[in-house]
């Protein structure tokens, strides 16, 4: 069995109440998921449904109150400032807003040195890898001297991934990071995913809430329903012929699939019309 890079058991995460109702909210009720070495992980739900907070939990920004989360082997469950810091060089994150995610007063280059400078890479070295990470996400070399307003969106999520990258993670939390994008955009971004992972080896959690961009991105899909992972599996079986009802719904909720998954939907609303005709005629409530 190949080992997991990144391992959640059982993760229950819950926020303290505001107002007059004490007591804490559980936002997570016992998800448990894993990632192995070069592989995307897609994480999709409706709006809501926790996607975020999951991404969060690993990364150490929401409150765990029960299960674990297990990174190359080591429990990271409640892992201190000084342990987390030194795993941003192997957990990295790109969120969805790239307007709000990129410091508007800083130059590319400033951007992307910053996290060199932090694991004490040297000037000579941090010049050529930002040279090197701004063409492995497709901007020309004199972006380093310009600051994010110049940039498109789907440019500055190419200056998010980047920086991301600087450290060589072995693990990217995605968080709807085409979602604020045209379609367009969203696909080369997607297709720079993609490259990036063949090439380098990173995995990706990659949340989304869009069943045919996580379809195009991932390798194994969990589906989250109100704070429980209610299927799991490869992506290609679950976005095609899922089991869960509330899949099913997302799937047939999603908008402008390809002529394939067209076609599949074709197939699947057939397959639950002949199943609940069945179920209708047997007498069980749906
Ligand atoms: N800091 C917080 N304090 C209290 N409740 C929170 C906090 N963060 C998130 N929640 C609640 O947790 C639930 C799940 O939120 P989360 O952002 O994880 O969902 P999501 O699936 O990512 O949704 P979206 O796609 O809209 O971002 C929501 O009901 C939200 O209000």
Known sequence: MTEKLLQVDDLAVAYPRKGFRRGPVEI?????????????????????????????AILGLAPITRGTVTFGGVDITHAGRRKRA??????????QDPYSSLNPAMEIGQIL??????QKVGAKESRARVAELLDRVGLPSN???????????????RIAIARALALRPKLIVCDEPVSAL????????????????QDLGVSYLFISHDLDVIRHISHDVAVLYRGD?????????????????????????????DPDAQAERRALRGRMAAEERVAAGSGVER
């Not at 897609?42 to 709006?47: K, L, M, R, T």
């Not at 030194?86 to 969120?95: G, H, I, R, S, Y």
């Not at 490869?234 to 402008?256: D, I, K, W």
């Open 143 to 157: 972006a380093i001297t310009r600051v994010p307003r110049e940039f498109s969106g789907g440019q500055r999520q």
């Open 86 to 95: 030194e795993l941003a060089a192997d957990l990295q994150v790109v969120f």
């Open 182 to 197: 045209d379609l367009t955009t969203q696909a080369r971004v997607l297709d720079l995913f993609l490259e990036i992972q």
């Open 113 to 118: 040195a910053e996290p060199l400078q932090v």
């Open 28 to 56: 997570l009720h016992g998800v448990s998921l894993d990632i192995e070495p070069g592989k995307t992980l897609g994480v999709v739900g409706e709006s809501g449904s926790g996607k975020t907070t999951i991404g969060r």
């Open 229 to 257: 992972v209610v299927e799991r599996g490869e992506a290609a079986v679950v976005t095609t012929s899922p089991q869960h009802r509330y899949t099913r719904r997302l799937l047939l909720a999603s908008p402008l699939p």
